[in-house]
T-cell receptor, first 115, second 115 residues
Framework: QKEVEQDPGPLSVPEGAIVSLNCTYSNSAFQYFMWYRQYSRKGPELLMY????GNKEDGRFTAQVDKSSKYISLFIRDSQPSDSATYLCANPLGAGGTSYGKLTFGQGTILTVHP | KAGVTQTPRYLIKTRGQQVTLSCSPISGHRSVSWYQQTPGQGLQFLFE???????NKGNFPGRFSGRQFSNSRSEMNVSTLELGDSALYLCASSLAPGLMTDTQYFGPGTRLTVL
């Protein structure tokens, strides 16, 4: 079982829709989660991070962690064509504990927002 | 401040050859991580360097190696190339090594095609 699993999609939505992107994780020691966004022909960039359970909001983006079900979500409100990208969830804690420089990524979900 | 730069951006090699990829981190960043990204496996961690020392390594064969120089620039080398090595190779740099909350900043990647 992979440490972080993510439905690769693709996901296609109309402009203005609410988008829900999800990941599951297997290691209950994971407490810190990140969402990266990767545009075509670019490297990933950090979108937001969240620590432990609960919600974190940043503009149109909300990250949510449910530790009881080991579920991570990213919600995008009022989605725009410029949000079209691959979204990757990530965790910095390796299977053996703190893991220098290593992020464990989900597969990534390809999102297309059409006008 | 300039971002992470990677050279070359595109590379075509044939099986059995070797290749060297280069990464220049953001000024002041001392930790450099390398990742391989493929459609099938997603983003996978190769290794991390800090102060010219490899501190962490992913599950890749010994054909994949790297090094870091005193100015924090890093190179990775793949020897005896195989078709399956075709991928986007991403480099990421970070400021504060070892901190779970440390943000990794990615370069645009080197697209390697092995024929």
């Amino acid at each position: 079982q992979k440490e972080v699993e993510q439905d690769p999609g693709p996901l296609s939505v109309p402009e203005g829709a609410i988008v829900s992107l999800n990941c599951t994780y297997s290691n209950s020691a994971f407490q810190y989660f990140m969402w990266y966004r990767q545009y075509s022909r670019k490297g990933p960039e950090l979108l937001m991070y969240t620590y432990s359970s609960g919600n974190k909001e940043d503009g149109r983006f909300t990250a949510q962690v449910d530790k009881s079900s080991k579920y991570i979500s990213l919600f995008i409100r009022d989605s725009q064509p410029s949000d079209s990208a691959t979204y990757l969830c990530a965790n910095p804690l390796g299977a053996g504990g703190t893991s220098y420089g290593k992020l464990t990524f989900g597969q990534g979900t390809i999102l297309t927002v059409h006008p | 401040k300039a971002g992470v730069t990677q050279t070359p951006r595109y590379l075509i090699k044939t099986r059995g050859q070797q290749v060297t990829l280069s990464c220049s981190p953001i000024s002041g960043h001392r930790s450099v991580s390398w990742y391989q990204q493929t459609p099938g496996q997603g983003l996978q961690f190769l290794f991390e360097y800090f102060s010219e020392t490899q501190r962490n390594k992913g599950n890749f064969p010994g054909r994949f190696s790297g090094r870091q120089f005193s100015n924090s620039r890093s190179e990775m080398n793949v020897s005896t190339l195989e078709l399956g090595d075709s991928a986007l190779y991403l480099c990421a740099s970070s400021l504060a090594p070892g901190l779970m909350t440390d943000t990794q900043y990615f370069g645009p990647g080197t697209r390697l095609t092995v024929l």
